[in-house]
């Protein structure tokens, strides 16, 4: 019900979907950042302590940037997924 009233309101006015689509935004990129952090700490954190070694400061790195261009190749891959499916669909009708 709730979700129907937002789409309602959305179409109404468009600065109010500008603002739920920025919200949508950073709620996505706030769950990225979590998930990112939970997988690289469970990988690379082996004992805290008061500051990082070298080795655990590198493992972080490069868990963080593997992390980034896996999630990249994703979107990617979906995107071009959805462009093929589009350009099949339009095919079809024609």
Request: charged content about 25%; hydrophobic content about 30%; some cysteine.
């Amino acid at each position: 019900m709730l979700l129907l009233t937002y789409s309602r309101l959305s179409t109404a006015d468009p600065q109010l979907q500008h603002f739920i689509e920025i919200e949508s935004q950073k709620q996505r990129f706030q769950q990225l950042v979590h998930q990112m952090t939970e997988v690289c700490w469970e990988k690379c954190m082996d004992k805290p302590g008061p500051k990082l070694d070298s080795r655990t400061e590198v493992c972080f790195v490069n868990c963080v940037e593997r992390f980034i261009d896996t999630s990249q190749f994703i979107l990617n891959r979906l995107e071009q997924t959805q462009r093929s499916r589009g350009s099949f669909s339009e095919t079809m009708s024609d």
